[in-house]
Structure formats: C-alpha cells, structure tokens
C-alpha cells in the first residue's frame, strides 16, 4: 500500500487546483500532471509524491483507509465525517463558513419542532443540541437553498462563501455554525513512517499558504 | 503436532508468536467462558472500542452481553484488594461495530493485563511487550507512546477550563497546531503559560530528545513527577521503533500516565493500543492499579500475503473407490495435496492432474 511513493488524496474542482499549485509553487508537483484532463493519477516519479483527483467528500476517507497518506478536505467534512487523521495544516483557502439561513423575514417559532434541511446532519445536529432546540433533520445532497423556498424546510444548514445563492433566492444567513477552510489531512499510520517528507512538505505548504 | 509454516495465515502465525511471547514474560491465559450482563459495558460504553453492543436475555431473564470486550471481564473479576501482581493474556472473538462499518463482526483480539501492585517497571515490561508484538509481526513497526498526566500538567499550567482542557487534547491528538492556538484564545489565553502546551503538541521523536527539550519548559511538581516516570519506564523499554509522541491521548476517566499506540507498516491504523488505566479500576471499585494493551488481530488481514498460483498440488481424477482412496493417501503421504474429483473441468487450479490408476 505505502510503497516509496506519498499518495495525495486531492478534491477535485476549484479548491483541488488551487492547492495544486501550492504544491506545484512548493516544488512538489508532478511533472506530468494534465490540466483538463480525464485522468485521475498523476506523478510518482523523482520527488515520490502521486498525485490522486478524488469527489472532495471522500478525500477523508480515502486519507483515513490509508489509500493516501495525505491529503487536502474542507473543515466542513471533517466536522460532519470525525475521520480518525491528523489536522497538520490551515491552508487558509477555500475559505467559507457552515451558516444557518432561512427565507427573509424568518422568525423561529419555538414551540413547534423546527425543521432543517442540509447534507451536513451531524454538524446540524451538534449545533441546535448546544442550543437545546428541538430539530428534524431532512437529509438533502444537493439544491439545498430549494427546501425553505417549496416550504420542505424552515432553515438550511449550509456553505456560503460569497452568499450570492442566497440572496438571489431570496433567503439571508440567519447563524453562523463553524468558519471552512482547506486542511492538510494526513493518515495516523502512514504519517510516522514518512514523517520527513510530510512535515517537509507542511513546512514548505505553510509558508506558501501565508503568503498568498 | 507439526505444523508446516505454509499453512498458516498472517493472522493464525501471530496468535502463536504472540502468546508465546506473553508465556515467556509469566502471562498467564484468562479464558471468558460466560458472558457479562449488559450493566458492565453500559456504564464504560466510552471505553469500548464500538459503542454498538449485542445484547440478548439469557434464561433467567437478564440482559446480557455478547462480548465486545475482554478487559472489563478481567478487572471485574479481579478481587477488590490484592498484594502482587496479576498477569494474564487473553486470546477471544469480540463482536462489535468496526469504525466506518454499519454491520457487526466477529474480530479476533489479542491482548495483555497486569494488575495489582503495577509499579514503573511493570508498564516498562508492558511497552516493552507491545513493542515486541510488533516487531513480531513487521520489521517496520512504530511504538508511540505518551503521558496523560504530563499533557494534563500542561493544560494546568495553561490554565484551561475542564473543557477547554479536552477539546485541546482532542487538537492535539490531531496534530493540529492551529486549533490548539484557537482554544486557548478562545479562553483568553495567550501568556506565557501556554507554551508548554504548544511545546507538547509538536513533540514527537526520539524519547531522550523530547525528554530533554520539555524538561527545561515545564515547571511544577505535577509535570515534574510525570517526566520522571515517563524517563524511567522507557529506560525499560527497547529504543528501535519507539517514539514519544503526545498525539496519543486516551479518555482520562479510564487512562492515566503512560499510554501508547503501536502501528507497522501497510496497515493504516493502530494495531495495537494500551496503557495504564488505574482510573477504570478505581471506577470499578478496586483499590489496585493496571496496564495493558490489546492487539487488533482482525487488522492483520490488511498485510499482503504471498499469493498461491495453485489451490492444491494434484487434481486427482477418481476411478473406483478403493484406487482413489490408495492413491490419494499416497501423493498426501508424499508431502501433496490432493483435489479428486471426477471432472476435469472442475474449475480448480492445480499444479499437475492424474488419473488415480496412474498413481497405483
């Protein structure tokens, strides 16, 4: 599994590219790495880092399984997930929040149980148990912002980075949860026999993510 | 009984090495021929490996446990009091939820207790013991070991709240600089009294080193006793493969002083995970202290095997009973193993195929 090779579990999309450059800047990028291409495996060469494109839910899991030894997620997945990895970096990118919203104008009738559409129920559920507020969870995965609009929902738990979907549905952030951004993630096991080069490689991510 | 090496799996050759390495040390095996009612594991669910347990009402009506752990059954059954020391191994199918599964499983565990009069060389030997069953199984093998009441001197000194103290040790169990920096603001701690704190979180390496470099941060006779206690248990304990890393923290309700995780590697989770934990026996009554370790057989299975080209050495085509029979018992004789079979094209994979009247 671990071979001389480090495997990096990277997300695919806007944040995975961005924090491939980071590596690239680093001196840790792969040389054959293809921008718009459909392969999902680059590098493994001189430097030993192999690069892997993954659906950014399941960067954690592929990180604590072991498939790679480090890799980059959202706080948000690792709040909902609890994936047994180290947190070795903020690369303060990808910066967002977890937010409550609702349609403008709305008003929390304690009395009634309130019901919450997100794909983060765990996170959900921790945030109104702290406030002790009776909630029912409706596990959507995508479109989330349509639940209090169609009346399925009276709040959302969700991402909101610039808050333009909100607004141009008509609904405002109502609490905020937990502040987002990327980490490197690194899996317990693997990390101790290929310390060096991960803390060489936080290191070096380190200085990188504060001067952008 | 000859056992040919061949024939045993990663998993079945370390349950023999490993109980003899505990036979070798005076471990002794405890067997758990009953189950326990249900109230045993209810009030330590946090203890267990998996919350999830199985539970059925035996015949007068009690509700009982299918096991999902050994060393709860070891302390209960210990007396309340006792001089000298107790050691035993265990060697028992547990059933429980494994972490990311939906669905219980039978998992073979291995592990070690010593209870009693468990002084600083008995969790020596106990470290030692999980080193060595790790260097049994691996070459590559890592031993992290850590110090609960060094970490809690730390938050003391800090200064946290009961809560902040548990979510900076949940930050520093993830090596997360970062997020320990934030707990403590987030009490309004920024002084100087958090540095040993912070000095801990990123201490990993070679024992003497780090021992070395903490000893000049901490002040106090908490810390004082912990670092002392650390340095002379791992004087006890064999240097290759083991660091001291703080990372490793354990729910303190059980645990206390020295605990430890131990991987090797291509399996990417701890294999082993122990340390002392007088805090469960004075929860549960006993005026005696403890450490042990428990080895995760099941995990064994992540190691590759070699892979067989053959599933048996002959595919021997029968012809009448008493032929077949014959020559069977011969080619077994001769060290072979045999598939009969009166089709050719059963779809076993084997190194060569005859015909029984050949071999006669």
Redesign the interface.
Known sequence: ??GGVLNVALPKGRLGEKVYSLFESAGFGAPDMEKNSRKLIFGGGENGLRFFWVKPSDVAIYV????ADVGVAGRDILLEYEP???????LKTGVCRVAVAAKKGFRDDKRRTLKVATKFARIAQEYYNAQGREIDIIKLNGSIELAPILGLSDVIVDIVETGTTLKENDLEVVAEVAPVSARLI????????K?ELINDICRSLAERSVRE | MFIPDSVLHNDERAVFALRALYGGYGYTQYKMNKFEEYDLYAGNKSFLVSEDVITFTDRGGRLMALKPDVTLSIVRSAPAAFSGVRRVFYDENVYRVP??GSSFKEIKQLGIECIGDTDSYCVSEVITLAAKSLALISP?Y?L?VSNLDLLSAATELAGLSPRGAALAAERIS???P??LREVCFAEGLRGQNCEPLFLLAGA?GEPAEVIKTLCGAFRGEKAARALDETERVLSGVPARGV?L?F?VVGDTNYYNGMVF?G?V??????LISGGRYDNLMARMGKNARAAGFAVYIDLLG?LPEPAADFDFDVLLIASDVETTAKAAEKLNSGGESVFVTRDANCGIRARRTVRAEEII
């Open positions: 599994m671990n604590e399984r072991g498939a047994d990895v180290y947190e070795l970096l903020d690194a899996n317990k096991a693997n990390y101790g026999f310390r | 972490k990311g590559e890592r992290e993830k090596k997360d970062g997020g990993c660091a890393d990372s995780k991987y590697n291509g399996i990417p989770s701890a992540e």
